[in-house]
């Protein structure tokens, strides 16, 4: 695969990727009649060069663009119901994601309720919500700009309740995107801290995903090729990016989010109340825990550690090593190697560990993980 050209993959959704991939936009959108979309981003996002160029570039096909960018980095519900309403008041007939986890989350669960009308989490798939996704959904399009969530070809939602941070998940086949227009040129400006925590995300998804205990083996052979392209471009990616270490991990970032339909495990649910109780970015909280998750799960499990170990081309092909190649990626990428580095404190553990229990991931962990075992790897990680 060389990096100057634009290709067509068809898993799951139709994707476009390739440097320049964004200028089809506004023709994609014309060419399905479309021509007054909302686009959902974040304030970040929204203030970047690139985005208003996106946003020019459509302006001068003609298309009456609107945008929402008033949402939490973690997001809650008022989000969606604020999107859904700008929806409506401003006539949209399409919705475009652009950005990270959090608008590509927001956009999502805005799809779900345009013609859905119901309390939000009465969708949740957790409850067995997705049955309730019966009406059709507006014509959806995603754009990632960071190389983490892969949110850009998930059929998901997290959002988290407004009062107690819960996080829910919204599901249904019908929030796959119609396109993805993965354009690597978009991450060329993401600075440092950003690509490492969105990076140790993907690498996290694809960890955890090879690793889960749902079978799967397409999944299986998709994770360990987004952990050996991880390998090779996270580094450089986030202390000297170039067009071929941020394709890299745009690709891989796509792929971890599509291995993950076989599910998460523990490195997720103590990385969620992280997120709920002290608004840590997830990616950063994901980092700082992998090496403690994949540590527990090593016994058992040895032979996928190996297989694992391969995909990074270590020289000792065991978990121990990659546990150790892990707390030494993140040292090269400038990740704390403790939690007390992000501000989490002793009185946090026992609410951490009761947010943990409670969460959707650890059920597809290997092997089961207890309360204890959660405050166990906060007090290991603290």
Do not use: W
Request: proline letters at 5%; a negative charge.
């Amino acid at each position: 695969m060389t990096f100057d050209k634009i290709y067509q993959y068809n898993f799951p959704t139709t994707i476009r990727f390739g440097s320049g991939v964004i200028g089809e936009l506004g023709e994609y959108l014309i060419k399905n009649g479309l021509s007054n979309p909302l686009i959902v981003t974040d304030s970040t996002v929204a203030q970047l060069g690139f985005f208003k160029t996106i946003v020019r570039a459509l302006q001068k096909k003609n298309l009456s663009v609107e945008i929402f960018s008033d949402i939490h980095k973690n997001p809650v519900k008022s989000d969606v119901y604020q999107g859904t309403d700008v929806f409506d008041r401003t006539k949209r007939d399409s919705i475009i994601g652009i950005g990270g986890g959090a608008a590509l989350d927001v956009a999502r669960a805005i799809v779900l309720r345009v013609n859905h009308r119901e309390d939000l989490f009465k969708y949740d798939d957790l409850i067995g919500g997705d049955v309730y996704v019966t009406n059709d959904v507006p014509h959806f399009i995603t754009v990632p700009t960071t190389a983490g969530t892969g949110s850009e070809v998930g059929r998901s939602a997290i959002i988290a309740d407004d009062v107690t941070h819960q996080k829910k998940i919204l599901f249904s086949p019908k929030l796959l995107a119609k396109i993805v227009f993965a354009d690597p040129m978009l991450t060329m400006e993401l600075p440092p801290f950003i690509t490492a925590a969105t990076g140790m995300d993907a690498l996290t998804h694809n960890m955890e995903a090879y690793l889960a205990k749902m079978p799967h083996p397409l999944c299986e052979g998709i994770a360990l090729e987004g952990i050996s392209l991880i390998s090779q471009s996270l580094e450089k990616a986030t202390n000297k990016p170039d067009v071929e270490s941020r394709s890299k991990m745009l690709i891989a970032s796509l792929m971890g989010a599509v291995a993950f339909q076989k599910g998460l495990g523990v490195v997720h649910s103590l990385a969620h109340p992280l997120s709920s109780l002290l608004d840590t970015h997830h990616g950063l909280a994901n980092a700082v825990n992998i090496p403690y998750g994949m540590e527990f799960n090593i016994k058992g499990f040895e032979h996928k550690f190996k297989k694992i170990a391969r995909a990074l081309e270590l020289n000792e092909e065991t978990g121990d090593a990659v546990v150790k190649y892990l707390f030494d990626l993140n040292s090269k990428i400038n990740i704390p190697h403790k939690l007390r580095e992000i501000g989490v404190k002793q009185e946090h553990v026992e609410t951490l560990s009761d947010l943990a229990i409670a969460d959707f991931a650890h059920p597809n962990n290997p092997k089961p993980v207890t309360r204890e075992d959660f405050k166990q790897l906060y007090l290991n990680a603290l």
